[in-house]
C-alpha cells in the first residue's frame, strides 16, 4: 500500500503519524519505504510531503527484514545464555538465517531448544527496537572495548561515515538495517542446526559457530516450511544415493569429486542419451575436448581472472615456463575448434555440443553432495551463428529446455533475464553489444509469450542470459537451465565469417546447458522423484520375484527374455520370503515386479506388481514385454 502523506509536523517519527490514520494498514506491516527508501518505523520525516509505501510480511522484502530481526533476536538470546559468545555477522538468507559466534564455550544442538524458549521471552518482552547513528571511529573505540576484533574488521573497510546501530534491550549490534520496530514483532521462527563456519569463508581464519534458523510472519507459513523440510529430509540426495547406491563421495579420492556407481551411472547414460537423440535432431555436432588448457587461453576468454579465486591452482610447466589450468569452462575449447577453419554465413548456425568435464575450487563449506561440487559435467553447448539469426535460434533453445523439464515433470517455473548491473567492473565487453544482446533476450521470451523478471547483476561476466528458476515436487526452487547471448568472447578470440559480400564479419554465440550440471541436476532429480525414476530412467526396471525355488528356472528364462528385449531386469533368487522381496524391491524404488507361482508358470503369465498401484493381476509374457518396452523407451520430441 502507498500513501501520499502530508506531514506538517518536522521531524516527528513517521510511524507514530501513520498510527493516527492507517491503523488498520499497519497491523502486518513490518517496515516502510519513505520516497522508494527502506526505513524503519521511528525514522522522522524532513519534509512536508513523502510518498511512504507499507510493507507487509507476506512479501518478499518483508520476509527478508523478519527474518533478518530475527538473527538479532536469536543473537541477544545466545549471549544471555552464553555471556562468552562474541557476534560476527548474521544475515538473513534465501530459507531463513543465520548468525556466527565465536565462543569458548560450545553451543551444540541439544542448545537449540533452550535458545529458542529464550527468544520467545525477549519477544513477550516486546522492547522497542531503536536506530542510533554513530561514528566509525565512536564504533571501532566500543567494539575494541568488547574484545569484538570481527566487528572492528568490518568497521574498518566501510568506506560510509553513516554508520548505523540498532538496540533491543541489553542487545546492540551494528546493522544497516531497517528492522521490525519491537521484539514482539519478530513472527514466527524456529532454529533449525549447527554448523562451522571459517570467518569470511576463508580456511585460513579461526572456526566459528553458525546456528541456522527460519522465521515466517505467521506461524501457519512455519509449519507449511517445516512439514517440507520434513519431506525434504527423507528425500535428501546425499541419504538416497547412499541407500541405492547411485554415487559415492570417497575422502580418498576427495571431497566434491563424486564417483558414479553403476546404478547412477544407468541414469545418467539414460539422461545424456536423451539429449543426445534431441541434439542429432536439431542439428547439433558432438565434440570432444580436454579438461586441461594453456592458461593464456583462459586469459584471453576472461575466465581466468574471473573465476581464479574458485579454481585449481595453475600447473606450471618449468621446462618451458607455460601455464596450464583444469578448466573451469568449455567455451574457449569451441571456440577454437570453431576458429580451426573460415566459415561461411552458409556454415552458420554452426552447433557444436559436448558433456564436457569441468573443474572448480569451491570452498569445503560449500561443497554439498552431488548439487555442490568440485568436478562436475556441463551439458554444454555453444551456437556460432550470425546476428540475424539470433532470434530464432534462441526460441528454438528455449524450446528445447522446455522439452527437458516437460518430460521429467519439471513443470512449475519462471524465468529470469539476468542483464548486467551499470558501472560494474565485473562484466566485459562494449555496452552496446549487451544492449543488443539483453533485448535480444527480452524480445525473444515476449514473442515466446513467456513472463519473465528482470535480475540486475545476475548476468554471465561475458553476457547477459536467460535463467529458468524451477520449483520440485515439495516446492523447493533450483536454478537449472540457462541461455546465454555473448558477443565478447568471438571479439576475445578474434573469430570471424564470410558473409554474403564477401567480407569477414563477426559471429555471436549463444551458451546453452538445459541441464546445466549433470552432477547437480541428478541431485535435483533424486529428491524430485525421491528416488523413485520413471521407468525409462530406473536403474533397475523390473524385480523378478519366485515364490519358491521350484520356480527359479522359470523365473531365469524370463529375465534372459526380458533383457534380450533390452530391459533392465533382476532375478531375486534368495532363499527369502516373496514378502521380504517384495518389501526389499520397494524399498530399492524398482518400478515393476513380477510374482511367480504355480498358476504363472502353468499360464505362462506373470503377476505383475506396479511400485505405485499395487497388484495389477496376471499378465501375459506377450503384453508384459510390450508394456514394459512402451514405458522404457527414451522419451523423444517427435
Not at 114 to 137: D, G, L, Q, W
Not at 389 to 409: C, H, I, M, P, S
Not at 433 to 456: C, F, H, L, R
Not at 468 to 496: A, C, H
Amino acid at each position: 500500500m502507498i500513501i501520499k502523506i502530508n506531514v506538517n509536523e518536522e521531524g516527528r517519527a513517521i510511524g507514530s503519524w501513520l498510527k493516527q490514520f492507517h491503523k488498520n494498514e499497519l497491523k502486518n506491516a513490518v517496515i516502510l519505504k519513505i520516497d522508494g527508501v527502506p526505513a524503519d518505523f521511528n525514522t522522522e520525516i524532513t519534509k512536508d510531503m513523502a510518498e511512504v509505501e507499507i510493507i507487509t510480511g507476506d512479501s518478499p522484502e518483508g520476509l527478508e527484514i523478519i527474518r533478518h530481526s530475527v538473527a538479532h533476536l536469536m543473537a541477544q538470546a545466545v549471549i544471555r545464555l552464553f555471556p562468552d559468545a562474541i557476534p560476527t555477522i548474521g544475515p538473513s538468507i534465501e530459507s531463513g538465517f543465520y548468525y556466527d559466534f565465536d565462543t569458548t564455550t560450545p553451543i551444540t544442538e541439544a542448545d537449540l531448544p533452550k535458545i529458542e524458549a529464550e527468544m520467545a521471552k525477549i519477544v513477550k518482552e516486546n522492547m522497542p527496537i531503536t536506530c542510533e547513528v554513530v561514528s566509525r571511529e565512536e564504533m571501532i573505540d566500543l567494539y575494541t572495548k568488547r574484545d569484538n576484533k570481527y566487528k572492528v574488521e568490518i568497521l574498518s573497510e566501510l568506506e560510509d561515515e553513516k554508520i548505523t546501530f540498532y538496540t533491543q534491550g541489553d542487545f546492540s549490534d551494528l546493522c544497516r538495517g531497517p528492522h521490525v520496530s519491537s521484539t514482539g514483532k519478530n513472527g514466527a521462527f524456529k532454529l533449525l542446526s549447527i554448523a562451522g563456519a571459517y570467518w569470511r569463508g576463508d580456511e585460513k581464519n579461526k572456526m566459528l559457530t553458525r546456528i541456522y534458523g527460519t522465521a515466517f510472519a505467521t506461524k501457519d507459513e512455519l509449519q507449511v516450511y517445516l512439514t517440507m523440510m520434513e519431506e525434504a529430509k527423507k528425500r535428501d540426495h546425499k541419504k538416497l544415493g547412499r541407500e541405492l547406491g547411485l554415487f559415492l563421495i570417497s575422502p580418498e579420492i576427495g571431497a566434491g569429486l563424486p564417483l558414479w556407481l553403476p546404478k547412477g551411472a544407468i541414469v545418467r547414460t539414460q539422461l545424456e542419451t536423451f539429449l543426445r537423440n534431441e541434439l542429432k535432431k536439431r542439428g547439433y555436432y558432438q565434440v570432444m575436448t580436454p579438461v586441461i588448457g594453456k592458461l593464456d587461453l583462459y586469459r584471453t576468454s576472461g575466465h581466468y581472472p574471473y573465476y581464479k579465486d574458485s579454481q585449481f591452482p595453475p600447473i606450471i610447466d618449468e621446462n618451458d615456463d607455460e601455464g596450464f589450468l583444469l578448466r573451469p569452462m568449455n567455451c574457449p575449447h569451441h571456440v577454437m575448434i570453431y576458429k580451426a577453419e573460415q566459415h561461411s554465413y552458409r556454415d552458420l548456425p554452426l552447433r557444436l555440443a559436448e558433456f564436457g568435464n569441468v573443474y572448480r575450487y569451491e570452498q569445503s563449506g560449500e561443497l554439498s553432495g552431488l548439487t555442490r561440487v568440485r568436478g562436475f559435467t556441463q551439458d554444454d553447448a555453444h551456437i556460432f551463428l550470425t546476428p540475424e539469426q539470433l532470434d530464432a535460434e534462441f526460441k528454438d533453445t528455449v524450446n528445447l529446455v522446455l522439452f527437458v523439464f516437460r518430460t521429467l515433470g519439471l513443470n512449475d517455473y519462471r524465468v529470469r533475464v539476468s542483464v548486467r548491473e551499470e558501472g560494474s567492473d565485473k562484466y566485459i565487453g562494449d555496452p552496446k553489444n549487451w544492449e543488443i544482446s539483453q533485448n535480444a533476450i527480452i524480445k525473444a521470451v515476449t514473442d515466446i509469450g513467456m513472463d519473465y523478471e528482470i535480475g540486475v547483476g545476475e548476468a554471465a561476466f561475458y553476457g547477459p542470459k536467460l535463467d529458468f528458476l524451477v520449483k520440485d515436487s515439495i516446492g523447493r526452487e533450483w536454478q537449472l537451465g540457462t541461455i546465454q547471448v555473448d558477443y565478447n568472447l568471438p571479439e576475445r578470440f578474434d573469430i570471424d565469417y564470410i558473409g554474403e559480400d564477401g567480407e569477414k564479419h563477426r559471429p555471436v554465440m549463444i551458451h546453452r546447458a538445459p541441464f546445466g550440471s549433470l552432477e547437480r541436476f541428478f541431485g535435483l532429480l533424486i529428491e524430485h522423484f525421491a528416488g523413485a525414476f520413471p521407468v525409462w530412467m530406473a536403474p533397475v526396471q523390473v524385480a523378478i520375484i519366485p515364490i519358491s525355488e521350484r520356480h527359479n528356472e522359470y523365473a531365469q528364462e524370463i529375465a534372459d527374455m526380458l533383457k534380450k528385449a533390452g530391459l533392465r531386469a533382476k532375478f531375486d533368487d534368495r532363499n527369502e520370503s516373496m514378502k521380504y522381496k517384495i518389501r526389499a524391491a520397494q524399498m530399492e524404488k524398482i518400478p515393476y515386479m513380477l510374482i511367480l507361482g504355480d498358476k504363472e508358470m502353468e499360464e505362462r503369465s506373470v503377476g505383475l506388481r506396479s511400485r505405485v498401484e499395487g497388484d495389477l493381476g496376471a499378465v501375459s509374457l506377450d503384453e508384459l514385454v510390450k508394456k514394459l518396452s512402451s514405458e522404457a523407451e527414451i522419451p523423444s520430441s517427435d
